[in-house]
């Protein structure tokens, strides 16, 4: 072709474009890109909120949002790009994140973890309808094919939090248990030591061993506990709240600095204090 | 909170975790936190374990400026307040 055709037709392409619509994900802060006959063009969008938008080029640099896709034209969108499905997890620093549920059709596979972009509206351990177009992993649609009863019973057990390990939910396959496991271990450190679901002596020996001291007796004394405890061989009594193990009395001065610690810590302020007034 | 989620779904995925726990006592209260979720060890430096424990509270390391770090014979962490002794 003679390269003026080239130039004109290219001129020609690009006065065309301007004012065009097309359907693309954008998220606040993001660019879309669009091919048009091999060439890239790259426009900045403005918006508050991560959406399927319909777009209508301003220049060959902007674009805006002049309306919502309806799910046929989303889906439409969605199928020109592999395909996957989702498990959905929950959010880490703003993003949500999820695990591939099955291999697409057009056998598209993902390891691990991947960011999953515009699932807001779908709830954890559902599965997302989702495409990839080579950089992000957009949600186009819930998947209605996966029954939503797992969904919620995976969600049951957890607010429960049964342990991984005597999860029973009958139609729940590998990767929702790799996932259940996965969010049972990020709530497992807000699980207190001093649990209440549990008798008085069992707490107050977990609470020792965890500072490396062991029970030896204890009595009630209204909403405090007067607390009988070994440590590298030397017995010692500190009074502490009954539900919080606070320490109201760590049976020698701490400068009226008492309520600062709980009974595991006392094991180790112990310590210190036998160094420096031992010797 | 925040939990590395890349770590978490290695341990959900492997089935492997050390066991071993960091006893925090922030105002009077303690609480254990699972130090896999941290990636912190016993080997540590302080600055490392405080910055783990400011990173997974969403709070800033100088909440715990005044506070020490106990290293347990079983491989354990504590972290507590400095002790006045009177």
Known sequence: ?279 | MTSNVTSLFNQAQTGQTSGKTLHLTLNGVGQDIAMDLLEVGAGCSDVDVKTALARHLDTSAETFRNHVVERLENGNLTVRPQAVFG
């Open chain 1, 1 to 279: 072709m003679n390269p003026l055709d080239l130039i004109n037709q290219l001129a020609r392409q690009e006065q065309n474009l301007a004012g065009s619509s097309f359907i693309a994900p954008v998220v606040p802060g993001g660019a879309v890109r669009l091919r048009v006959n091999g060439l890239v063009y790259t426009f900045a969008v403005r918006v508050r909120d991560p959406q399927w938008a319909l777009l209508r080029t301003d220049d060959l640099r902007t674009a805006r949002v002049v309306g919502t896709p309806s799910k046929a034209q989303i889906r439409q969108y969605a199928e020109q790009l592999p395909r996957l499905r989702v498990l959905l997890l929950e959010y880490w620093d703003g993003v949500r994140y999820g695990l591939q549920y099955s291999t697409g059709s057009k056998g598209l596979e993902l390891e691990g973890v991947v960011p999953v972009q515009l699932s807001d509206n779908l709830d954890v351990f559902d599965v997302a309808n989702c495409c990839f177009d080579g950089a992000n992993v957009w949600c186009d649609s819930r998947d209605d094919s996966s029954s939503a009863q797992r969904g919620r019973q995976l969600r049951n057990e957890l607010a429960n939090m049964t342990p991984p390990e005597t999860m029973r939910v009958a139609t729940s396959t590998v990767t929702d248990r790799l996932a259940y496991k996965m969010l049972w271990l990020r709530r497992r450190p807000l699980v207190q030591v001093n649990a209440l679901d549990t008798d008085d002596h069992t707490r107050l020996g977990r609470a020792l061993q965890a500072g490396g001291a062991s029970l030896e007796s204890f009595n009630m004394r209204g909403d405090d506990v007067n607390v009988r405890f070994r440590y590298d061989g030397r017995v010692h009594n500190a009074q502490v709240d009954r539900r919080s193990f606070t320490v109201t009395s760590a049976g020698f001065c701490l400068a009226g600095g008492d309520r600062n610690f709980d009974l595991t810590s006392l094991v180790g302020v112990l310590r210190e204090r036998d160094g420096h007034y031992d010797d």
